[in-house]
């Protein structure tokens, strides 16, 4: 496979989610763009639930403790905020602060394209090809995707 790297920013989507900037126009389109999420109950499902936790958890293990994104750091949210880093923290196995491909595919991630979900190897591209989630990186809100063409 010939694949080229698109760097996309990561941005708040809907309902707090973790939003991965596919078209590039730093702005969240939900037919376009897609939503990182991680299957955390482990059914199989990707809930609602589990799309907000798992956009709070991103945003902890990048340092940011604003659970709600109201742009104040509570005095809970610190408490939480630094409980979910922790937990996040061993979806990052080599501790490097980036979760790499496989890393993704260990904790069970999806990504959500337009109401539907796909693989984190495999998901549509808003130019019509197939991208694969290479690196995420919490730290500097950006992610690198890899696409087939
Ligand atoms: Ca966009
Ligand atoms: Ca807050
Ligand atoms: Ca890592």
């Known amino acids: 496979m010939n694949t080229n790297q698109i760097y996309t920013a990561n941005l708040p989507a809907a309902g707090r989610a973790y939003g991965l900037d596919l078209d590039a126009n730093l702005e969240f389109d939900p037919r376009h763009d897609a939503v990182l999420a991680f299957d955390l109950a482990g059914d199989g499902i990707v809930s609602e639930l589990d799309v907000e936790l798992s956009g709070q958890a991103l945003r902890a293990l990048g340092g940011d403790y604003d659970l709600d994104q109201d742009g104040q750091l509570s005095f809970d949210e610190g408490i939480i905020g630094s409980r979910m880093h922790s ?7 080599d501790h490097d602060g980036l979760l790499s491909a496989e890393e993704l595919k260990r904790a069970r ?3 959500l394209v337009d109401g539907r979900v ?3 190897e495999a998901f549509p591209l808003p130019d019509g090809t197939t991208g694969s989630l290479a690196r995420v990186d919490p730290r500097y809100h950006c992610s690198w995707v890899a696409s087939d063409r």
Do not use: E, K
């Open 87 to 93: 937990a996040a923290q061993s979806w990052d196995r």
């Open 109 to 111: 991630a999806r990504v």
């Open 118 to 120: 796909y693989s984190p």
